[in-house]
Nanobody, 127 residues
Framework: QVLLEESGGGSVQPGGSLRLSCTVS????????IGWFRQVPGKETEGVVV?????????SDPLKGRFTLTLAGTKTKPVLYLQMDSLKAEDTATYYC???????????????????WGQGTQVTVSS
């Protein structure tokens, strides 16, 4: 069973930073897309940033420059990080880590392409 587990969420003031982590277990292959998504209640899930198996990274254009994705661990047991800087109130959301092992040849920011999701971690940006 493939499991994703996020951590690192919390509350921060505008302009502050947070780093989210996502650990992956139970997937014994290095062919995948993996990334971060976020959802605000009542709104659609939004793609934040994704990474393919070769290290290619695709950011949501509005978030580029403030959010940085890095990968540690091994190819089959990756740990995904999301460094979020200069946070704004509109970044408040539940952030999810997600894995796509089916359409891994072409990684996109489309949430429906990802079949395995973590439980999410809440990020609140407020003064």
């Amino acid at each position: 069973q493939v499991l994703l587990e996020e951590s690192g969420g919390g509350s921060v003031q505008p302009g502050g930073s947070l780093r989210l982590s996502c650990t992956v277990s139970g997937y014994a292959d290095d062919k995948y897309c993996i990334g971060w998504f976020r959802q605000v209640p009542g709104k659609e899930t939004e793609g934040v940033v994704v990474r393919d198996q070769l290290g290619g990274i695709l950011y949501s254009d509005p978030l580029k420059g403030r959010f940085t994705l890095t990968l540690a661990g091994t190819k089959t047991k990756p740990v995904l990080y999301l460094q979020m800087d200069s946070l704004k109130a509109e970044d408040t959301a539940t952030y999810y880590c997600a894995l796509n092992t089916i359409g891994w040849r072409s990684c996109t920011l489309t949430p429906g392409s990802y079949e395995t999701w973590g439980q999410g971690t809440q990020v609140t940006v407020s003064s």
